[in-house]
């Protein structure tokens, strides 16, 4: 059974920081590529960062990029979003998602039906 569990999320001041963690389990961590996804009251689910499988490419939204870091840890089948600069505007529920590494991920990472599981969410909120 796929298992997605988000932790790291919490209360921070704009300008600060968090780092979240997604643990994996059930499958074969080292050939699936993870996202993170955020979803703010009223509004879509809405893709904020990928990793490839292999580490080798990795996937921003505009609104994060330069503030975000993704990495995975495949030795602890663990991905890590690290979340620099906070902003009120990233306060959401994140979501980590998996999906096999698929040809396109460049074009799609940020499509939720791309990722077939996902995790329970963690909640960031980020006061001004």
């Known amino acids: 059974e796929v298992q997605l569990v988000e932790s790291g999320g919490g209360l921070v001041q704009a300008g600060g920081s968090l780092r979240l963690s997604c643990a994996a389990s059930?499958?074969?961590?080292?050939?699936?590529?993870i996202g993170w996804f955020r979803q703010a009251p009223g509004k879509e689910r809405e893709g904020v960062s990928c990793?490839?499988?292999?580490?080798?490419?990795?996937y921003y939204a505009d609104s994060v990029k330069g503030r975000f870091t993704i990495s995975r840890d495949n030795a602890k089948n663990t991905v890590y979003l690290q979340m620099n600069s906070l902003k009120p505007e990233d306060t959401a529920n994140y979501y980590c998602?998996?999906?096999?590494?698929?040809?396109?991920?460049?074009?799609?990472?940020?499509?939720?039906?791309?990722?077939?599981?996902w995790g329970q969410g963690t909640q960031v909120t980020v006061s001004s």
């Open positions: 990793i490839s499988s292999d580490d080798e490419d990795t």
């Open positions: 059930g499958f074969t961590f080292d050939d699936y590529a």
């Open positions: 998602a998996a999906a096999r590494d698929f040809w396109g991920l460049s074009m799609g990472w940020a499509t939720t039906s791309n990722f077939p599981s």
